[in-house]
Structures are given as C-alpha cells and as structure tokens.
C-alpha cells in the first residue's frame, strides 16, 4: 500500500525550508534519507538531532578541504606510500610522520630541507603541506623565484601590499627551490620582508638544492644572507636529503658522453 504524499505545508516542507533558510545546504538533499532512517531504525530525538547537524558538518569540512587545497596551488601530492626512505639514509621515517601531525605550524617554525635535486624534498614538503590542510590550516605553495618575482612585479600597479599579504597570511607558506637562481639585490630584499614578517607569526618550508655553506653563494651580500638565514633557522627542524636521485631517464640510446 503506497503512502498518501505528505501536504506542501507539512513538516518533512517545513524542514527543508528551514535548512535553507539557516544556510544548511547540505540538509535538504539528506533529509529525505535521515528521515526515513529516523523512522525506520526508531532514532531517538537526540540521535537524530545529531545526524542531522554531523551531515552539515561533513559536507561543510570536505567544501573547506577543497576549497583550501585548490586555494594551496599544491597540484599533484604523492604521499609517503611508495617513498623509498632505504634510499635516503639520514632521513628517517618516523621523524617526516611525525611531521604530518603539524604541531610545528602551531608552534610557527620552520622546516628547511636541504640537498640535491631529485631526492624528494619538494614531495615530502607537499605532504606534510597537504596534511595541513586536512587539519585546516591555510596552505600556499610557491616556487622561491616566481614568488619573489610576484612581489617585485606588484609594485607596478601598486599592489603591492595585498600581495605581499598573500605569501604572508597563511599558516604555512611552502618555498620550493631557493637557491635555484641566484638572487639579485631586490629579490633578497623582498625574501628578507617576507621571512622577518613571518618569523615567530607563521610556519615556512623551505627546499634547498645547496648545503649551508654555498648558501651564501646565492645572495648578493653576506649582510642580506645572515639575517635572512639567521631568521629561517631560528627554532627550524633540518631534514637533509641525501642519496642518488629518484630521477632516472626512461630510455638510453647511443654511447655515453664520456666515452
């Protein structure tokens, strides 16, 4: 025996209405489901009340999710399933997991990972960046140069402090690659801003392809690098990379070079 359909005005309506009154948008496409689970399985007031509002909150944490990864520019993640720490023998395991539960974002350090290209720094720094944003802090990954480069360039249309904002606003600020390129006197300047603005407020991962002691090298001066560095290694964790690189050509023809 099929069941009389429930009047426009009745309380199944009334619901909906006041779901999407309330900015509930999850509720009235659910609500159909939970209230037949409701009848169905007995539910009590509180139960029901309880799924209710756990459904919101789902749809609400998974739109937050992607919203602050789309707004990382992190791209593709691996993950650390896969990843051959065997390769890499003074990175250990337990100590980039321990990462993943963020608590140096609390804590507004640094990370800095050092060594040659190829050795997965930039991987473990978009893992430990994405784990972030599954525990909501805001993310925003950039490549060193092309973030400076950003900086410089918004001097032109004197836009300058909204973006120098968005490189220091998040919670996490990920910079690939310094040291890539050299840089010139008004890239240090703006790196020097950026990391004194941050220093103590936010966390940065930074990936290096040169030791320490080359990082001079890439600055203009020693009195631009010491107090840039001095203040990116203030209470940072160093992960050093070492090993032979991940990257390997996919096909080889012909002699080698050398010979």
Partial sequence: MKRNPK????????????????????????????????????????DFAIALLRTEYSVRQERKLSRGL??????????????????????????????????????RR??????????GKTRIAKTIAHAACVRGHSVLFANTMQMLEDIHASLADRSFKRVFSRYTKPALLV????GYEGLDSRHANYLYRLVS????????????????????????????????????????????????SFRQPGEIHGAPLEE
């Fill in 7 to 46: 009047p426009k005005n009745g309380p199944d309506n009334e619901l909906t209405r006041l779901a999407v009154d309330l900015d509930l948008t999850a509720l009235p496409e659910a609500l159909p489901d939970l209230l037949e689970r409701a009848e169905g399985d007995g539910l009590s007031y509180t």
């Fill in 110 to 119: 640094n990370l800095i990972f050092v060594g040659k290209p190829g050795l």
């Fill in 70 to 107: 789309k707004r990382s520019h992190l791209g593709t993640i691996e993950g650390i399933d896969g990843f051959d720490f065997a390769a890499r023998p003074q990175l250990e395991p337990r100590v980039v997991k321990e990462l993943l539960n963020c608590r140096f974002i609390e804590e």
């Fill in 175 to 178: 910079a690939d690659e310094l």
């Fill in 197 to 244: 603005a941050r220093h103590g407020q936010g966390a940065i991962i930074v990936t290096a392809n040169v030791g320490f002691s080359r990082w001079s090298s890439f600055f203009p001066s020693d009195s631009q690098a010491v107090p840039t560095v001095d203040r990116l290694l203030d209470r940072a964790t160093i992960l050093r990379f070492t090993g032979k």
